[in-house]
């Protein structure tokens, strides 16, 4: 079955880096497009970014745009999320995801940023 597991979350200050993980197995990998969406605290699941099947077309949602970047590692089947500049309201729940909706998605890392 689709298993995804991310990694690399934690507690860091206002304008640190963070780089997410997420370990994917029980598909194919390299055939999907890819995707990572948050949940904030009492809010619903929100796009974060996407890449596509090869790695070299990317969108951001316009929140993360010029500070986050997505790659993948296609030979072991990694995602990664690369975090700049972080800020308060960058806080959540961070999904690795088959989805923009995140309706398959792992259990999450969380990511919070102290101001």
């Known amino acids: 079955q689709v298993q995804l597991v991310e990694s690399g979350g934690g507690l860091v200050q206002s304008g640190g880096s963070l780089t997410l993980s997420c370990a994917a197995s029980?598909?194919?990998?390299?055939?999907?497009?890819m995707f990572w969406v948050r949940q904030k605290v009492g809010k619903e699941i929100e796009y974060v970014a996407s890449?596509?099947?090869?790695?070299?077309?990317?969108y951001y949602s316009d929140d993360v745009k010029g500070r986050f970047s997505i790659s993948r590692d296609n030979g072991n089947n990694k995602l990664y999320l690369q975090m700049d500049n972080l800020g308060p309201d960058d806080t959540a729940l961070y999904y690795c995801?088959?989805?923009?909706?995140?309706?398959?998605r792992g259990q999450g890392t969380q990511v919070t940023v102290s101001s």
């Open positions: 890449i596509n099947n090869a790695g070299y077309v990317k």
């Open positions: 995801a088959r989805d923009k909706r995140g309706s398959i």
């Open positions: 029980g598909f194919t990998f390299t055939g999907v497009w």
